[in-house]
């Protein structure tokens, strides 16, 4: 069974920075591109960031330049570190795979970037 469980979000200051995590189980982690989406409230979820099995990354232009998306093979685990963040950036964050036809996503991590 295919599990992705986030972590890592919580109350920031614009300019702030977090690092979400996303840990991987019931795949061969490796195989897989990964990515990272968000939905603020109201709106349609949006992607944010990639990265290929092969460590390829691309990113979103709201996000170019202050987000950065990772993975560690060895941990089954893909991050997303996030600088410079703005009011805008305020979302809940998703960890998300795609195997075969079937897309999976991990349940969310809250962010909110407010003084």
């Known amino acids: 069974q295919v599990q992705l469980v986030e972590s890592g979000g919580g109350l920031v200051q614009p300019g702030g920075s977090l690092r979400l995590s996303c840990a991987a189980s019931?795949?061969?982690?490796?195989?897989?591109?990964m990515g990272w989406y968000r939905q603020a409230p109201g709106k349609q979820r949006e992607l944010v960031a990639t990265i290929t099995s092969g460590g390829s990354t691309s990113y979103a232009d709201s996000v170019k330049g202050r987000f950065t998306i990772s993975r560690d093979n060895a941990k089954n685990t893909v991050f997303l570190q996030m600088n410079s963040l703005k009011p805008e950036d305020t979302a809940d964050y998703y960890c998300?795979?795609?195997?075969?036809?079937?897309?999976?996503w991990g349940q969310g991590t809250q962010v909110t970037v407010s003084s």
């Open positions: 998300h795979a795609r195997i075969g036809l079937q897309n999976y």
């Open positions: 019931g795949i061969i982690f490796r195989y897989y591109n």
